[in-house]
Antibody, heavy 123, light 109 residues
Framework: QVQLVQSGTEVKKPGASVKVSCKAS????????MHWVRQAPGQGLEWMGWINPKSGDTNYAHKYQGRVTMTRDTSITTAYMEMSRLISDDTAVYYC????????????????WGQGTLVTVSS | SYVLTQPPSVSVAPGKTANITCGGN??????VHWYQQKPGQAPVLVIY???DRPSGIPERFSGSNSGNTAALTISRVEAGDEADYYC????????????FGGGTKLAVL
């Protein structure tokens, strides 16, 4: 069955960077967009951006441009989300979520999600 | 950027029908997806493209979308339906295209 398995909890200091991984299995990794969504404690879901795993093309929400980088390693079917210059407001659970096929529309819903990675930013 | 408005909470007795709304400017012209999230868990897709149900989602879950309001309807509500529900649309013209509503906490009395 399709699985997205994310890396473990991270604790970072303000100003540091974090890189979260998302290992995909049981489907064609390069055939589907991968999106990243975050959720601050007690808050709602916030879309961050997507990566086309086949081409490496990305699209980030405006507020994250310049601070977030989404990459992938197709040889190990893993997507990554790296965020730099962390602040306390970046404390959140970060999810990867599979979108639609790269040959379809990017606004297809997210049918599989990772388990989430808690990133805590604290001095 | 595009804004989706959901009521913070909805309460319903077991066996009754819950309606969770999602308001947005001319949302009827967009495709709406709905996610269910239980505490400590990742979201689960329950309705997509306004009215479609993924396999494994009970027929009790249905959706509608027209004008400025989309809605998720849960019939014959069960205790296990208690969760947060989020609507989502894609606004290609925005610099933040993947838009989620603020979420609605469904309480089963």
């Amino acid at each position: 069955q399709v699985q997205l398995v994310q890396s473990g909890t991270e604790v970072k200091k303000p100003g540091a960077s974090v890189k979260v991984s998302c290992k995909a299995s049981a489907y064609s990794f390069t055939g589907y967009y991968m999106h990243w969504v975050r959720q601050a404690p007690g808050q709602g879901l916030e879309w961050m951006g997507w990566i086309n795993p086949k081409s490496g093309d990305t699209n980030y929400a405006h507020k994250y441009q310049g601070r977030v980088t989404m990459t992938r390693d197709t040889s190990i079917t893993t997507a990554y989300m790296e965020m730099s210059r962390l602040i306390s407001d970046d404390t959140a659970v970060y999810y990867c979520a599979r979108g639609g096929t790269i040959f379809g529309v990017v606004q297809h819903p997210y049918d599989y999600w990772g388990q989430g990675t808690l990133v805590t930013v604290s001095s | 950027s595009y804004v989706l408005t959901q009521p913070p909470s909805v309460s319903v007795a077991p066996g009754k029908t819950a309606n969770i709304t999602c308001g947005g400017n001319n949302i009827g012209s967009k495709s709406v997806h709905w996610y269910q999230q239980k505490p400590g868990q990742a979201p689960v897709l329950v309705i997509y493209y306004d009215t479609d149900r993924p396999s494994g989602i009970p027929e009790r879950f249905s959706g509608s979308n027209s004008g400025n309001t989309a809605a998720l309807t849960i019939s014959r509500v069960e205790a296990g339906d208690e969760a947060d529900y989020y609507c989502q649309v894609w606004d290609s013209s925005s610099d933040h295209p993947g838009v989620f509503g603020g979420g609605t906490k469904l309480a089963v009395l």
